[in-house]
């Protein structure tokens, strides 16, 4: 059985920073895009950023250049480090393998004075 397990959520102020995590268990990440997306309060989920496994990344236009997605194949993990947040960055944040549906739990992310 495959598991997310997605960590690093918190509260923070705007301008500041967080490193998220996902550690993914029953399955190797090596062969697979890597992807984080998110889902705020009465949205849809989206796409934030994406990683291959040649490490090509790509990011929605609104995280581009704030955003950092990263992988340890060795460590089954993804990463995402987010810079200068904003308060429309609140969202629960999932991680996502490939074209497989599976979802973790994800982490609630909290900007906000």
């Known amino acids: 059985q495959v598991q997310f397990v997605e960590s690093g959520g918190g509260l923070v102020q705007p301008g500041g920073s967080l490193t998220l995590s996902c550690v993914v268990s029953g399955r190797e990440i090596t062969i697979y895009v890597m992807a984080w997306y998110r889902q705020a309060p009465g949205s849809q989920r989206e796409l934030v950023a994406s990683?291959?496994?040649?490490?090509?990344?790509n990011y929605a236009d609104s995280v581009r250049g704030r955003f950092t997605i990263s992988r340890d194949n060795l460590k089954n993990t993804v990463y995402l480090r987010m810079n200068n947040l904003k308060p429309e960055d609140t969202a629960v944040y999932y991680c996502k393998q490939g074209l497989y549906d599976d979802w973790g739990q994800g982490t609630q992310v909290t900007v906000s004075l």
């Open positions: 990683i291959s496994p040649a490490r090509v990344t």
